[in-house]
């Protein structure tokens, strides 16, 4: 097949840089957003790849009528809307951009320190009702404090080396580091267990796997200090989200930090009203040179794959 015949769908608002890059190289590109999943089926059959974000659902029905599919790509990491064992049973690849976000995701993590560190949502809050209450917003340093992350791939080694910087003491866990592994300069590596005892900080960087689904329920809640505080901006779920509410309005923990959630989008939850509880509507990846950094490599996977057969970045085996 001519590389003029492979033809690509952009389901998803995406930076227009992924457009250009595939259509120079020779694909022809169709961005046709917002379409129902019918509508995404009627049409699916003529594509060869399918470009998407997390509004749309790639589901085995649609999948059912691409006949022609070759390579289904999320810009953005979690494949959480790509039924993968259906694509995979197509014969179809699915690959993702874990590069492209990983600074926002962190970054934002690491605003959720400090945030929660000085109260800063809280305080601000408070001035623009023409409140004046200072003794209300006693803070922490985290300066010698101990940062426990959770997860150490990409994201996670990003954040403790740049909490290394900020003078934390780094704790890292994660179940794929290899016996002997040698841990970046001021970073011990632990046990999930000695990291949720001894962290001041709690930050997770791992992926939602029937691993990791509440993880941190109401054991391993209760065995964080009483005055830790818990952040997670990589997916909802490995959190317990009624585990924390029922912990934290005992007085458990003094903070926590939730860009993800069980159900997204979520509607008011009892964690989300606790004082101490801070939150944002799954932004870990929205940051303008994230955006365009997960389309760039989007696009650079889909014309390595339709017009040289190279694979990378495959979350699934064909």
């Not at 022609?68 to 690849?93: E, Y």
């Not at 949720?196 to 065995?223: A, E, V, W, Y």
Request: aromatic fraction near 6%; include cysteine.
């Amino acid at each position: 097949m001519s590389q003029d015949q492979f033809r690509v769908l952009v389901a998803d608002d995406m930076a227009a840089d992924a457009v250009a890059i595939m259509s120079d190289a020779g694909l022809k590109v169709d961005v046709n957003t917002g379409r129902t999943p019918e509508q995404l089926k009627e049409i699916i059959g003529q594509y060869h790849g399918l470009a998407v974000r997390s509004s749309s659902k790639v589901t085995s029905s649609l999948l059912e009528g691409a006949s022609q599919l070759k390579i289904v790509g999320r810009a953005g990491v979690g494949v959480d809307n790509i039924d993968v064992p259906a694509a995979t049973k197509k014969q179809v690849l699915v690959i993702n951009t874990p590069a492209g976000n990983g600074i926002a995701a962190g970054e934002l993590a690491l605003g959720y320190i400090f945030a929660l560190a000085r109260k800063l949502p809280q305080s601000t809050a408070s001035m623009k009702a023409g409140q004046w209450d200072k003794k209300a917003f006693m803070g922490v340093e985290i300066t010698g404090k101990t940062l426990g992350v959770v997860g150490f791939g990409n994201i996670g080694r990003m954040v403790g080396d740049r909490a290394v910087g900020l003078k934390m003491n780094v704790l890292a866990y994660d179940p794929f580091i290899q016996p002997g592994a040698v841990p970046p300069s001021g970073t011990e590596f632990a046990t999930l267990e000695e990291l949720i005892k001894r962290s001041d900080f709690i930050t997770l960087h791992m992926p939602l796997t029937p691993d990791t689904k509440g993880l941190f329920g109401r054991d391993n809640l209760l065995k964080m200090k009483k005055n830790a505080y818990l952040i997670n901006c990589a997916r909802g779920g490995i959190i317990d989200e009624a585990a924390l509410y029922e912990v934290m309005k005992d007085g458990h923990l003094a903070g926590a930090a939730l860009d993800v959630f069980e159900e997204e989008p979520c509607g008011p939850l009892p964690v989300l009203s606790l004082p101490n509880v801070l939150s944002s509507p799954h932004t870990g990846a929205s940051t303008k040179e994230a955006q365009v950094k997960v389309a760039i490599e989007l696009a650079e996977v889909f014309v390595d794959f339709l017009l040289k057969g190279k694979v990378r970045n495959a979350v699934n085996k064909l």
